[in-house]
């Protein structure tokens, strides 16, 4: 049984560019939430999706946008990237609100 | 206020030592609470869900004060491998908050 997938798994992007991040959950999971994780900082919470729904959203600008697909994959979309930007960027999906399981993460880095 | 707070460490202990990490939450509503564990450039991995005021898991036992808004991890017996950093998770609604966590390593 795969466990949550992330794709890529490392990104370049450039200031002002789009990015794309995509994750496809554990089996029998029906949630997905995004983080993000600055060097030396714990993840911050983006949002989470369920039943393609955006749910719950973190303190996070208009940039970042998400959707859910019927097969309960998920793609996070950056739009006009900064510098500030560049982290790990971490999916985790789970049952309803209950445990949480991340994926390996999509390491973005922009220039 | 922080939603959760943590000594960050770095907590450095001798194997077989026990060690023990302390953790705030600010908001009275979070429902569950987790403790993961991640390691260098990985994603966090669930170590412990913490149920009512608390439970055990082999060398690991977390405890919950509800009422303090608190809760603690004690890890025994520490192996080399519980060399990590340690968060601190607590669940309100579908937010779920990471501290920035605890580093751990465990000296040979």
């Known amino acids: 049984d795969a466990g949550v997938t992330q794709s890529p798994t490392h990104l370049i992007k450039t200031r002002g560019q789009q990015v794309t991040l995509r994750c496809s959950p554990k089996?029998?999971?029906?949630?997905v939430s995004w983080y993000q994780q600055a060097l030396g900082q714990g993840p911050q919470f983006i949002f989470q999706?369920?039943?393609?729904?955006?749910?719950q959203r973190g303190n996070f600008p208009d940039r970042f946008s998400g959707h859910q697909f019927p097969n309960y994959s998920s793609e996070l979309n950056v739009n006009a990237l900064l510098l500030g930007d560049s982290a790990l960027y971490l999916c985790?999906?789970?049952?309803?609100?209950?445990?949480?399981?991340f994926g390996p993460g999509t390491r973005l880095t922009v220039t | 206020r922080k939603e959760v707070e943590q000594d960050p460490g770095p907590f450095n202990v001798p194997e077989g030592a026990t060690v023990a990490f302390n953790c705030t939450y600010s908001?009275?509503?979070?429902?569950?609470f987790f403790w993961y564990r991640q390691d260098c450039r990985k994603e966090p991995k669930l170590l412990m869900s913490?149920?009512?005021s608390g439970n055990e898991d082999g060398r690991f036992t977390a405890q919950l004060n509800r009422a303090s808004q608190y809760i603690s991890l004690l890890i025994r017996d520490s192996k080399l491998s519980d060399s990590a950093t340690y968060l601190c998770v607590p669940n309100t609604g579908n937010q779920f908050y990471f501290g920035t966590g605890t580093s751990l390593t465990v000296i040979p």
């Open positions: 908001n009275s509503a979070s429902q569950s």
């Open positions: 089996s029998g999971h029906d949630t």
């Open positions: 985790a999906s789970g049952r309803s609100s209950y445990e949480q399981y």
């Open positions: 913490v149920y009512s």
């Open positions: 999706y369920y039943e393609e729904e955006e749910r």
